[in-house]
Nanobody, 126 residues
Framework: VRLVESGGGLAQPGGSLRLSCATS????????IGWFRQVPGREREGISS????????YYADSVKGRFTMARDNAKNTVTLQMNNLRLDDTAVYYC????????????????????WGQGIQVTVSS
């Protein structure tokens, strides 16, 4: 199983970035895929997830209306379009995958995800 993030970097407040997560080694269309982020000294935060069992994309309140997750089953890839970036969006961003049947209340919980990418830095700074 492999997940590889790309597209991170530096953006100004109010700007945009688009992250991609290329996956391989598992049945992509049978997995829930999530995006997480982490800053030093803080817990990993779930920000978006496409839950396989209901086909719904969930967002954390911190990114709702600004970030959009998309999934391409043909390319085994997910993207995260991040608009109107803020300083507090600065973090290392990870994509993750889970084959579990995930209850709604845990869809953004890191512990239900079994496979992780290496992470990619996103820095928002003026």
């Amino acid at each position: 199983v492999r997940l590889v993030e790309s597209g991170g970097g530096l953006a100004q407040p109010g700007g945009s970035l688009r992250l991609s997560c290329a996956t391989s080694g598992f049945s992509f269309d049978e997995y829930t895929i999530g995006w997480f982020r982490q800053v030093p000294g803080r817990e990993r935060e779930g920000i978006s997830s496409f839950r396989h069992s209901d086909g719904v994309t969930y967002y954390a309140d911190s990114v709702k209306g600004r970030f959009t997750m998309a999934r391409d089953n043909a390319k085994n890839t997910v993207t995260l379009q991040m608009n109107n970036l803020r300083l507090d969006d600065t973090a290392v961003y990870y994509c993750a995958a889970s084959a579990r049947l995930i209850a709604y209340e845990y869809v953004l919980a890191a512990f239900v995800y079994d496979y992780w990418g290496q992470g990619i830095q996103v820095t928002v700074s003026s």
